[in-house]
Antibody, heavy 116, light 106 residues
Framework: EVQLVESGGGVVQPGGSLRLSCAASGFTFSSYDMNWVRQAPGKGLEWISYVSSSGTDIFYADSVRGRFTISRDNAKSSLYLQMNSLKAEDTALYYC?????????WGQGTLVTVSS | DIQMTQSPSSVSASVGDRVTITCRASENINVWLAWYQQKPGKAPEVLIYAASDLQNGVPSRFSGSGSGTHFTLTITNVQPEDFATYYCQQSNSFPRTFGQGTKLEI
């Protein structure tokens, strides 16, 4: 069974940093591209970053480029999102998702709240 | 960036109705479109990928069609468990973009 479990969310002040993790199991993690998608409270879905299976190809949404860094450790079957210079508008539930050409599997999300 | 425009933003239906949701892309995305269902407090789940392919385990009352810039999600014989929010997403190019969502209400 495919499982994706996010962690690392919490409350952080504006300008602060957080590192999100996504632990994958039930499939060969190193064979799949991965995405981070977020959802602000009461709002729609926003794709924010992609990393290829090998880690060599990376893309970001304009809203996070230069502040967020996606990475992965295939030996640990884990995906990461380093978030720096956080803003109030980054407050959201952050999901990791397996890229099957579409987001075929999603975790349950980890909540990030940016507030003073 | 490719803009995805869903309509309507909300739709009211009764059990047994047929519902159609439309998604338009601002440029040609071939068939690189997926539809997701999201229930309150839950992660989204893919229903349809490649515009018209039904994800394993998804009831056959869900169907997708379209190519290029115009796509539809149709739910025939709406069931109580179908009341949720639906999103389209293009995966033709980065940044991947979602539609704004359509809430299916009783």
């Amino acid at each position: 069974e495919v499982q994706l479990v996010e962690s690392g969310g919490g409350v952080v002040q504006p300008g602060g940093s957080l590192r999100l993790s996504c632990a994958a199991s039930g499939f060969t993690f190193s064979s799949y591209d991965m995405n981070w998608v977020r959802q602000a409270p009461g709002k729609g879905l926003e794709w924010i970053s992609y990393v290829s299976s090998s880690g060599t190809d990376i893309f970001y949404a304009d809203s996070v480029r230069g502040r967020f860094t996606i990475s992965r450790d295939n030996a640990k079957s884990s995906l990461y999102l380093q978030m720096n210079s956080l803003k109030a508008e980054d407050t959201a539930l952050y999901y990791c998702a397996r890229d099957d050409g579409w987001d075929g599997y999603w975790g349950q999300g980890t909540l990030v709240t940016v507030s003073s | 960036d490719i803009q995805m425009t869903q309509s309507p933003s909300s739709v009211s239906a009764s059990v047994g109705d047929r519902v159609t949701i439309t998604c338009r892309a601002s440029e040609n995305i071939n068939v690189w479109l997926a539809w997701y269902q999201q229930k309150p407090g839950k992660a989204p789940e893919v229903l349809i990928y490649a515009a018209s392919d039904l994800q394993n385990g998804v009831p056959s009352r869900f169907s997708g069609s379209g190519s290029g810039t115009h796509f539809t999600l149709t739910i025939t014989n709406v069931q109580p468990e179908d009341f949720a929010t639906y999103y389209c997403q293009q995966s033709n190019s980065f940044p991947r973009t979602f539609g704004q969502g359509t809430k299916l209400e009783i």
